[in-house]
């Protein structure tokens, strides 16, 4: 045989051996009869992450504004649960959403997924402060009253917070100055929270999960001809949170490239910009 050949050879039967010995650290038994709350479960990934929890057996509170849409869309897909599921529409942005949240989680808890978001506009920044005051009080001020209220009850059974943030809370991008704002604040919090909890030895994980642009319905209507991305699939990335909460991981990188496309932003931080708005599509008026 030809050195070639031997060399192929050899790699083929160590791939073949590591495929073998290599384990899933995931393990979905794990999530049987887990405590979650949901928010932004009524379409998206927060929808897609109800049905893997669902399938898991977990037993999942789901909310969002729209109680009739988790009620029927949701519900009607879930046919039938493996856990238990339970529906509760309300209000994230303002109003006493922290007494709601105190009184749906009485019974236990063991995963907190914030990942419900205002709605989104991809555009160039025309000054409108209410809508940024907004944002910042739907995507960030209701993830912190929220987690601070779950808190105790995730610290007594060695719980999880998971945070759902994006890209563009790393990385910042041109068309998304308010969501980019409240996505930077998301990880500047939570991860500054991690690190006081484990200097505190209190038993709860923080994930934040980072997310390139996913094929939701809102994503690809708000980013139509506006960007030269391809999105990835939302139940994918709706598994890939599930799982880096369930392993209790600090972040979460989906798709898994995106952390050396961060590593890269840090290192060539001359060329970046450039590079960067080739992939936006911007024709002035
Ligand atoms: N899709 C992407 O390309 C992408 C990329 C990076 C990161 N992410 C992140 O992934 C998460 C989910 O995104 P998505 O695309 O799945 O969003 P989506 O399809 O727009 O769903 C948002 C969810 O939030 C709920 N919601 C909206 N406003 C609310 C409010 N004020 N109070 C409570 N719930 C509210 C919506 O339901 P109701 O309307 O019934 O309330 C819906 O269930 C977000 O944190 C987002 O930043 C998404």
Known sequence: MKAIGKVLCATGIVAGLLAFLWKDPFNPESLSGAR????GAS?????QMAYHYARFGAEIVLTARREAVLQKGVAGQLSPPAGTCEFFGYWLGNGPFVDCFVCLSAGGLDYL????IGVTRFQMWAGDMEYIRWLMQVN??????LATAALPTLEKNKGSLVVVSSLAGKIPTPF???YSATKFALDGFFSSLRHELIM??????????ILGLIDTDAALENTRGKVHLTASPAPEAALAIIQGGAMQVQEVFY????????????LFPSDRNQVLQSYFNYSSP
């Not at 997924?113 to 419900?116: D, T």
């Not at 960030?140 to 009253?145: E, I, L, M, Q, R």
């Not at 798709?255 to 840090?266: A, D, E, T």
Request: glycine share 4%; aromatic share 16%.
């Open 255 to 266: 798709p898994w490239w995106l952390q050396y496309v961060c590593c890269l932003w840090v």
């Open 43 to 47: 379409a998206g990934i927060g929808e």
């Open 176 to 178: 998304t100055t308010s």
């Open 36 to 39: 979650v709350l949901l928010t």
């Open 140 to 145: 960030f001020f209701s993830y912190v009253a």
């Open 200 to 209: 505190q030895k209190r038993n709860v994980s923080v994930t934040l999960c």
């Open 113 to 116: 997924l914030l990942n419900h």
